[in-house]
């Protein structure tokens, strides 16, 4: 099954404890995105990645990093959370050569305390 | 800035009427668009996407484009009380890599029995 799996699905966390939040896709896609969602604030884009070893930032980009070694995998990593930084976060992805169609993740809640 | 307007709603309806969300989009350069329906808590699954002129029907759902009024509308006919979601509104636009989506914040429809 054609799919984005991202882990952990929750998490509560303290601030500065580091975490990672980890995202794979099996369809090969090229493109791989995060994304937060806060209330009246829509999805907002963290980092983006257009292929491996290539990553650009979003629109929110401070407080977090990524990296892209493998085609399949997009690690979301917040090195010392804050409170701000609790939110709904979604990864994605699309494959060059389609509809541009973004694929999500299930989403990870995460709690800052 | 490159941005998507939606009315955030929320837009009541009720069941068995049409509900009509509306977007508009910044850059003329614009060239593939996409509406998503995201439950409460859940992760953004595509509706449609249409990327000429016109109108795009799939079953109870109708994607119109105007790219000349850079305006993007979904109509929902017969809606039902499960159509009760947020609808965002997503726009690659000119530029953008394949998935790149701006995304609107979303419009509220509450369909009501």
């Known amino acids: 099954e054609a799919q984005v799996t991202q882990n952990p699905r929750y998490l509560i966390t303290v601030t500065g404890k580091k975490l990672t939040v980890t995202c794979s896709q099996n369809?090969?896609?090229?493109?791989m995105s995060w994304y937060r969602q806060d209330p009246g604030l829509g999805l907002r884009q963290i980092y983006y990645?257009?292929?491996?070893?290539?990553?650009d930032k979003g629109d929110v980009p401070e407080g977090y990093k990524v990296s892209r070694k493998e085609k399949r995998n997009f690690p979301l990593i917040l090195e010392s959370p804050s409170p701000n930084q609790t939110s709904l976060y979604f990864c994605?992805?699309?494959?060059?050569?389609?509809?541009?169609?973004?694929?999500f993740g299930e989403g990870s809640r995460l709690t800052v305390l | 800035q490159k941005e998507v307007e939606q009315n955030s709603g929320p837009l009541s309806v009720p069941e068995g009427a049409i509900a009509s969300l509306n977007c508009t989009y910044s850059?003329?350069?614009?060239?593939?668009f996409f509406w998503y329906r995201q439950y409460s808590g859940k992760s953004p699954e595509l509706i449609m996407f249409?990327?000429?002129?016109g109108d795009k029907e799939d079953g109870r759902f109708t994607a119109q484009l105007n790219k000349a009024s850079q305006y993007v509308s979904l109509l929902i006919r017969d809606s039902q009380p499960s159509d009760s979601a947020t609808y965002l509104c997503?726009?690659?636009?000119?530029?953008?890599?394949?998935?790149?989506?701006?995304f609107g914040k979303g419009t509220k429809l509450s369909v009501k029995p």
């Open positions: 249409i990327y000429s002129n």
């Open positions: 850059d003329r350069g614009s060239q593939s």
């Open positions: 369809m090969n896609h090229e493109y």
């Open positions: 997503a726009v690659n636009m000119s530029g953008g890599s394949q998935g790149n989506l701006i």
């Open positions: 990645s257009m292929n491996v070893e290539v990553t």
């Open positions: 994605a992805s699309a494959g060059q050569g389609t509809t541009g169609e973004l694929f």
